[in-house]
């Protein structure tokens, strides 16, 4: 298990990924450079925050 550096809550790493999860796990490599330390739930948030204001991002 490893601790989210965004809302700090314990997350199973090797859990499966829902699509918005992935998208924010690219994003978090490719934009942010923190990948890995957050947990799916916050990826997810940020890949909807990026489609919803920062759509260029994504293609
Ligand atoms: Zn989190």
Known sequence: MRNCS???KEYDETS??????????????E?????GTLCPQCL?????LVMMYCPEYMS
């Not at 499966?16 to 796990?25: K, L, M, P, T």
């Not at 934009?31 to 990948?35: E, M, N, P, Q, S």
């Not at 997810?44 to 909807?48: D, G, L, P, T």
């Open 16 to 29: 499966e990924r829902s699509d918005y999860a992935q998208a924010g796990e690219w994003l978090a490599g």
């Open 6 to 8: 965004i809302c700090t």
């Open 44 to 48: 997810e948030n940020r890949a909807r």
């Open 31 to 35: 934009v942010w450079d923190d990948a």
